[in-house]
């Protein structure tokens, strides 16, 4: 996170704010509850508490402008600059002015007023942008499909404020960092000759051609995928990638969630309803079998029959001895598997059934 | 994979409007492919691609030119 140059705060933690003119693209209690929202986000976790009033001055005046509308920083058209707003202080400061020449929604479709507002009223009350990409104060637009503080943004404006008087201290969400020797996964599949590693809200990508490891939110490609999932394999020969939360999978070609999904393990793999979640799962291109991790054991599944294999599950120290009785992770490439459990990563070799090397789980990230 | 294509005109538009909204790029309205050599651009590209974790190269690749037509916030990421 970042404070703004010179630490500019508000001295009194009870501050007021008015709404000085409504976008016609929302009703206006959609509006009032977006900015009302986007308040209660940062007084929940600081001593601030925001009232709104209904004329003269406050201390926080939100309006909807659209070009050069005299603060010396005109907005740009449609695009590009979608808002602003200014430090702490008399005046202008902390107000926040969104760009009319946008259009303000209540959903996915850009632009999600109430992700903007909670943005723009960090930077009333004294934040500047943060480089974490989970982050409000990131300064790119990216909604996700909930607006929540991360960690990063509540401990910029506890830095400023103190903490929130609340007897249980709230805490966010943390953005995984690439080459943190603590990294875990919870799910890595291939996906079109590249490696995406899967991490609470987040994806990891590397590729050859670009040596910085690419981390951005998973909705990104595919907004209605769940968070913190399971397992994901690809089966590259239908050029699909499935992806496993609980007893349900969804299935995405490129990044387009195909339709019909989700469904469930049960009726289209044949689980046993004993089975509520997949730990790992990695299915093989030459011989179209697909192996599901669940705790100790193993099942494999014929992608080609479309149909569980006979005598499975088995367990898992049967076929890959030495990768322990718990995995979280697992894929293969050039004839390898490579298993993942906590921060440990288990090179194997299937052919002589032998660990080849352990490494790091974040071995692939170049740090 | 093609070599990038050499750098657009509006491209260039681009990386001097980003750099003087968010990153402080004084602009005396040099002609602006004088200024884009400039050790400055340089400079505040570097800052910017450090800011969003990118390659540091310097130079408008398609990465930085991908992030920098983003939408976003108008305040600055480096306090003017």
């Known amino acids: 996170f970042a404070l703004t140059p010179g630490n500019p705060r508000w001295e009194r933690t009870h501050l007021t704010y008015r709404i000085e003119n409504y976008t016609p693209d929302l009703p206006r209690a959609d509006v009032d509850s977006a900015i009302r929202k986007a308040f209660e986000l940062w007084s929940d976790v600081s001593p601030l508490t925001f009232t709104k009033v209904f004329d003269g001055q406050a201390d926080i005046m939100i309006s909807f402008v659209r070009g050069d509308h005299r603060d010396n920083s005109p907005f740009d058209g449609p695009g590009g600059n979608l808002a602003h707003a200014f430090q702490p202080g008399p005046g202008i400061g902390g107000d926040a002015h969104f760009d009319e020449d946008e259009r303000w929604t209540n959903n996915f479709r850009d632009y999600n007023l109430y992700r903007v507002a909670a943005h723009e009223l960090g930077h009333s009350l004294g934040l500047s942008h943060s480089t974490d990409i989970g982050a409000l104060m990131y300064p790119n637009y990216i909604f996700n499909g909930d607006v929540e503080l991360a960690q990063d943004d509540i401990d910029g404006i506890q830095a400023i404020y103190g903490p929130s008087q609340n007897p249980t201290q709230p805490t966010g969400p943390q953005t995984p960092q690439a080459c943190d020797s603590k990294l875990t996964f919870d799910a890595i599949t291939t996906i079109r000759g590249e490696m995406m590693f899967l991490k609470d809200r987040f994806y990891m990508r590397t590729n050859s051609f670009y040596p910085e490891v690419e981390l951005n939110f998973i909705s990104v490609f595919w907004p209605t995928l769940p968070n913190k999932l399971d397992a994901a394999y690809e ?133 | 994979f093609p070599a990038s294509p050499e ?63 983003q939408p976003r916030c108008g305040v600055p990421d480096l306090a003017r």
């Open chain 1, 235 to 367: 089966v590259s020969d239908r050029d699909e990638v499935r992806f496993f939360k609980g007893n349900k999978y969804w299935a995405v070609q490129g990044q387009d969630v195909l339709r019909g999904y989700p469904k469930d393990i049960y009726s289209s793999f044949g689980f046993p309803r004993t089975v509520n979640h997949i730990d790992a799962a990695v299915s093989e291109e030459d011989t179209g079998k697909t192996y599901f991790f669940v705790a100790n054991k193993y099942w494999r599944y014929d992608e080609r029959k479309r149909s569980m294999d006979a005598g499975y599950p088995k367990m898992i120290a049967h076929e890959f001895p030495g990768i322990g009785d718990k995995i979280d992770a697992v894929f293969k490439k050039d004839g390898f598997f490579y298993f993942f459990h906590g921060t440990r990563q288990y090179k194997f070799d299937p052919r002589t059934k032998r660990i080849l090397t352990l490494l790091k789980a974040n071995s692939w990230f170049n740090c």
């Open chain 2, 7 to 69: 750098i657009r005109e509006q491209d260039v538009e681009t990386v001097q409007k980003y750099l003087e909204n968010y990153y402080d790029l004084k602009s005396d309205g040099k002609q602006i492919e004088k200024q884009r050599n400039s050790g400055l651009v340089v400079e505040k590209l570097k800052q910017m691609q450090e800011f969003f974790g990118l390659k540091v190269t310097g130079k408008p690749d398609a990465e930085t030119l991908k992030m920098m037509k």
